[in-house]
């Protein structure tokens, strides 16, 4: 089994800061792209951020300048730091990771259970 759990959600005025954390467990031989998409009320999940495993990134129109996503392949652990957040931000926050289990097996998109991210003052 692999589980994908995140951490760092909270409340936090417009302006302020949030870390994300995401750490897969369970049995892994690799993980490929992992990023964090998120979902407002009555809105579709969005890409917020990815990055492969080498670390280079791609990030929402809406987050960049703002957001940065990182990952600890040794750790098979990503983050999301988020400063100057906007009320705009506000959202349950998902991990996604592509994972293959073992190499005979195929790669599968894992999703984390997530966290919410409210911005308000």
């Known amino acids: 089994q692999v589980q994908l759990v995140e951490s760092g959600g909270g409340l936090v005025q417009p302006g302020g800061s949030l870390r994300l954390s995401c750490a897969a467990s369970g049995t892994i031989f690799s993980i490929n792209a992992m990023g964090w998409y998120r979902q407002a009320p009555g809105k579709q999940r969005e890409l917020v951020a990815v990055a492969d495993t080498g670390g280079r990134a791609n990030y929402a129109d809406s987050v960049k300048g703002r957001f940065t996503i990182s990952r600890d392949n040794a750790k098979n652990t990503m983050y999301l730091q988020m400063d100057n957040l906007k009320p705009e931000d506000t959202a349950v926050y998902y991990c996604?990771?592509?994972?293959?289990?073992?190499?005979?097996?195929?790669?599968?998109?894992?999703w984390g259970q997530g966290t919410q991210v409210t911005v308000s003052s």
């Open positions: 996604n990771a592509a994972i293959q289990r073992l190499a005979i097996l195929p790669t599968i998109n894992y």
